[in-house]
């Protein structure tokens, strides 16, 4: 069965820092992987995606991600960080192998920036 | 550009009552979700329907119907609601068949249920 795991439940880092966000995932194929991003009182808004190719694919806002298929991550990154990046961060995956059209949530990781 | 619309935005009922919630999207997407959003549980898959006329079980099923009416509409029935079916409920669409593309979400419908 696909999961998806966000180990740390909040991540603060101080503005104009570098910031990574942390996602493992588990399928049985290869996987599509997913970062969304929720606002306060706001549905999830897409980020970026990887689905094959290069390994760092790069997204909105200045948000890029690594895709490591031999540690089975696919961490959330920005070079520096900005207070208005403040939100929960949400990873997840869809296994094609699966044969359903499923998407497997993490359970987020709330992201605060400090000015 | 709407995108997807999900109503009403906010409910309370009490125990045993029904309801639906309705969610429309204007983006020509085939495919549409329910989540349920609990805090330390993420989203979870309430139902999905791949495309026009099929629905199919997600995580957390039990308690919930839905209906595909349309091409555009994706509804979600309570059925008898019950304190555990407080949460926030977010629909989502996705163009495409292949499952490459990502998922559009609604503003979110929360539920209370006493």
């Known amino acids: 069965a696909q999961s998806v795991a966000q180990p740390e439940d909040q991540v603060n880092v101080a503005e104009g820092n570098p910031l990574t966000v942390k996602c493992t995932y588990s399928v049985s194929g290869n996987p599509y992987l997913f970062w969304y991003v929720q606002y306060p009182n706001r549905g999830l808004q897409f980020l970026l995606k990887?689905?094959?190719?290069?390994?760092l694919v790069k997204g909105s806002y200045g948000f890029e991600a690594e895709f490591n298929k031999s540690q089975t991550s696919f961490h959330l990154k920005k070079p520096s960080a900005l207070v208005s990046d403040s939100a929960l961060y949400f990873c997840a995956v869809r296994d094609p192998a699966s044969g359903t059209y499923k998407y497997i949530f993490g359970t987020g990781t709330r992201l605060k920036v400090l000015a | 550009n709407a995108g997807v619309t999900q109503t009403p935005k906010f409910q309370v009922l009490k125990t045993g009552q029904s309801m639906t919630l309705q969610c429309a999207q204007d983006?020509?997407?085939?495919?549409m979700y329910w989540y349920r959003q609990d805090p330390g549980m993420g989203l979870r898959l309430i139902y999905y329907?791949?495309?026009?006329?099929?629905?199919d079980k997600g995580e957390v099923p039990n308690g919930y119907n839905v209906s595909r009416l349309n091409k555009r509409e994706f509804s979600l029935r309570l059925e008898s609601a019950a304190p555990s079916q407080t949460s926030v409920y977010f629909c989502a669409s996705r163009a495409g068949t292949s499952g490459l593309r990502e998922l559009f979400f609604g503003e979110g419908s929360r539920l209370t249920v006493l």
């Open positions: 983006m020509n997407h085939n495919s």
């Open positions: 990887y689905i094959t190719g290069d390994n």
């Open positions: 329907s791949a495309s026009e006329g099929t629905t």
